[in-house]
């Protein structure tokens, strides 16, 4: 069964709660990787509505439990040791091995410590008249606080680059120490903690928070530097190291920029849900080439030509829940003219909106088409390529033949005037290290046509797997159009970019606490309107990327109550300006809402203040009811971030 977004959300608080109440977890939550584990712990436990008890500092304790010291942490380390090879590979380190076995002895004392601090709490909270109690988780708040502040600056050795591959745990760390202040400012009162201590708490909270942003960004800076440094190429073979490298950081740490923001006690008093929009790639599969046949070396497109792409084509673009892939392939069944998406979009309906057609011209019907079913999620993607792609397959769908047979085409050079002779001339097809010599045979040239057929001995066929945990498909890209085999073009590589398997187009607003709501999750948009990324190597905080609303421009979304009951709410934006703006807000079908909102300029991201109006969901059909943002400002040009909504109180009239 394909679940939602609501689903997911309840499994995820569901698990909480029976962590917190020590009931065994399901096989389904069990099997779950490690770092997806620890992210749908966290994420559940900020949906919950708070109580009395430590839930982020059970949550921590449960975190560094099940990947350090229990039953887990063989799965933990596999998972681990697969970052550290990773990147000491990919930025070429001279870190000849490193113990993880080590650093898992340093950090296992830190959940036999939180263990004694859940039992002061469970007792201080069971004898409330007992003041010795609270004393006791007074003095053990201090000792835990300092023994969090010593593991996260042990992570933080720059011997040896050790400090890059020992980023996963600092992560761990931080989100538990991060979630042992925010339980403390919340909830410490009923525990004796003093207010002076949780004021303290909220300083540490802002600083940590600050401070671990920063670092994750500095580590991620400095292994590009390393990659751009010891790789000397420009073109896709860099570009593919970095798309690795950035895959891993987004995994095990940028990921976590929006839940560490949401643990913020003061800002989130309340239950606070959210998705995570972004996509990792796969490789570049096969050799992108430049725009033109006449341009030198064709076969050498930049890393920053590669960027452009992306940019131009919108692949880091949220576009709806994949419906299906269409493929134009020629007649011999050996070359993929064209690629296109489908997405599902609107809530309401099944209607598919087509993506870009990606590669060279055709105006034919797809050679197939493969709709991916309603009842199982596309994961997994092999590529049979050479120097361009030949087939693929994807997991879950019998109509995607794999074939490891093929040829490649070259352009022969010859014409009509080179007579029957066998000719041989050497191909560079793409790099120097892969000439091979290719033999013309002797025929009529009549039935030569200008591209012949060969099979390259040195590059040969490859079957490439692509899967990442707890992801799905999001969509299939190319990166151009390589005319140099065809005068109509055929794809020149493939890249596939994968999504959080619990990603999708509803956006259910809950009736408690915040619901953020990226901007990317627009159901429709103004012509202009579009995803603003600064630069997507140097930029994977996916959490703060943003639509470009300009003036007179307008862009909508679906927003569909969880509980009908409860229909009224605030909002709030995330954004950056130009200047001063002023927006409406109108529900597009009653027309109703407000047309002369505020917006201060601010040229760094900020929050508007909360709404001192309300909008009501929940009056249309599931999926329909719509809202249209439009910026009414003839100067000013809005990056709108995410939209945060709340329910506003009963008493109060909504727009």
């Given at each position: 069964?394909?679940l ?6 309840d499994?995820?608080?569901k698990t ?5 109440n020590?009931?065994?977890l399901?096989?389904e939550m ?7 584990f ?8 900020l ?21 350090i ?5 063989a ?24 113990d ?5 002895t340093a950090l296992?004392?830190?959940?036999k410590?939180?263990a004694?601090f ?5 007792n201080?909270?069971?004898y ?5 109690y ?5 003095t ?5 606080d300092n ?9 933080q ?9 020992q ?18 400012v919340q909830?410490g009162?009923?525990w004796?903690?003093l207010?002076?201590t ?11 928070l600050?401070?671990?942003k920063q670092w994750?960004?500095?580590?991620y800076?400095?292994g ?5 440094s ?8 860099k570009?593919?190291k970095?798309i ?5 950081f ?7 920029f929006?839940?560490w923001?949401?643990?913020d ?6 239950p606070?849900?959210?998705e ?7 490789d ?6 430049q725009?033109?046949?006449n ?14 792409k992306?940019?131009?084509?919108n ?5 709806g ?5 269409a ?7 050996n070359?993929i ?6 997405f599902?979009?609107?809530p ?5 909106v ?7 011209n ?8 493969s709709?991916m079913?309603?009842?199982c999620?596309?994961?997994?993607v092999v590529?049979?390529h ?6 693929l397959?994807?997991s879950?769908s ?5 074939n490891?047979?093929?040829r490649?085409?070259i ?7 080179s ?7 050497t191909y560079?097809?793409?790099?120097n290290?892969?000439n091979f ?8 040239p009549?039935e ?6 060969t099979y390259?001995p040195?590059?040969k ?6 899967q ?6 999001a969509?299939?890209a190319s990166i ?17 970019a ?5 990603l ?10 915040t ?7 627009c159901?429709?948009k103004?012509?202009g309107?579009?995803?603003s ?5 140097n930029?994977?905080c996916?959490h ?6 300009g ?6 979304f ?5 509980d009908?009951?409860v229909?009224k709410?605030n909002?709030?934006?995330?954004y ?7 927006i ?7 027309a109703?809402?407000?047309g002369?909102?505020?917006l ?5 991201e ?5 709404s ?10 599931f ?5 249209r943002?439009t910026?009414?400002?003839t100067t000013?040009?809005i990056?709108?971030i ?10 109060t009239?909504a727009?």
């Open positions: 069964m394909v939602n977004q609501k689903d997911y959300i499994i995820y608080s909480v709660n029976d962590l917190f020590e009931i065994p399901s096989a069990t099997k779950k990787p490690p770092i997806e620890m992210k749908a712990l966290v994420v559940g436990s949906s919950m509505v708070p109580g009395a008890g430590p839930i982020l500092g059970m949550l921590a304790d449960c975190i560094l439990s099940q990947l010291d229990d039953k887990n942490a799965e933990s380390e596999q998972a681990f040791a697969n970052f550290q090879k990773a990147i000491v590979s990919i930025i070429d380190s001279k870190i000849a091995s490193y993880i076995g080590s650093i898992q296992s004392g830190t959940t410590q939180m004694t859940k039992g002061y709490v469970k201080a909270l069971a409330p008249n007992k003041p010795s609270k004393e006791f988780v007074r053990e708040i201090v000792a835990l023994i969090f502040m010593d593991k996260i600056a042990k992570c050795n720059k011997d040896n680059d050790l400090y890059i591959v980023l996963p745990y600092y992560v761990i760390l931080v989100t538990a120490y991060l979630g042992l202040l925010a339980d403390t909830r009162a009923k004796g903690i207010e002076g949780r004021t303290q708490f909220v300083g540490k909270f802002n600083e940590q600050a401070e671990a994750v960004w500095d580590t800076k400095a590009i530097a390393k990659i751009q010891s790789d000397t190429t420009n073109d896709v073979r570009f593919n970095i690795r490298f950035r895959n891993q987004i995994y095990f740490a940028f990921d976590f929006p839940i923001e949401a643990m006690p003061i800002k989130y008093p309340e606070v849900r959210f995570q929009v972004r996509f990792l790639f796969s570049i599969e096969g050799f992108p080439v725009d033109a046949t341009k030198s070396p064709y076969y050498r497109l930049t890393m920053d030509q590669i960027e452009d992306f940019y131009y084509y692949y880091n673009a949220y576009g829940d994949l419906a299906k892939i493929q134009f392939k020629q007649a011999d069944n070359r003219i064209a690629i296109q998406n489908y599902y979009r609107n309401a309906t099944k209607d598919q087509a993506g870009a057609l990606l590669g060279g055709n105006t034919n019907i797809p050679s197939w088409v709709d079913p309603e009842d999620v596309p994961q997994q590529l049979n050479d120097i361009i792609p030949r087939l397959c994807i879950n019998s109509n995607f033949p794999l490891t047979q093929g490649f085409g352009s022969t050079g010859r014409n009509q005037d007579g029957n002779a066998e000719q041989t001339v560079s097809y793409p790099y290290s892969y010599p290719v033999t013309l045979p002797n025929n009529d009549e030569l046509s200008e591209y012949d057929y390259n040195v590059w066929y490859e079957n490439t797997t692509y990442f945990p707890d992801h799905k498909i969509h299939i151009g159009a390589n005319k140099d085999i065809n005068s109509n073009g055929v794809v020149d590589a493939f890249l596939v994968y999504a959080p398997v619990n999708f187009r509803y956006n259910y607003i809950y009736p408690t606490g619901t953020i709501v990226q901007a990317q999750k159901v429709g103004d012509n309107v579009s995803l990324i600064s630069h997507f190597i930029n994977p996916h703060l990327w943003s639509m470009t609303v003036p007179s421009k307008y862009i909508t679906a927003f569909d109550a969880v009908s009951t229909t709410f909002f709030c934006f995330r950056t300006s130009n200047g001063p703006a002023t409406a807000v109108f529900n597009v079908a009653t109703t809402g407000v002369n909102y505020q201060p300029a601010s040229a760094t900020t929050y508007s203040s909360v001192t109006f309300a909008i009501n969901i929940g009056n249309q059909p999926g329909k009811n719509r809202f943002f910026n009414n400002s000013t040009t990056q709108l995410n939209i945060s909504l709340t329910p506003k109180p009963a008493t009239t727009a």
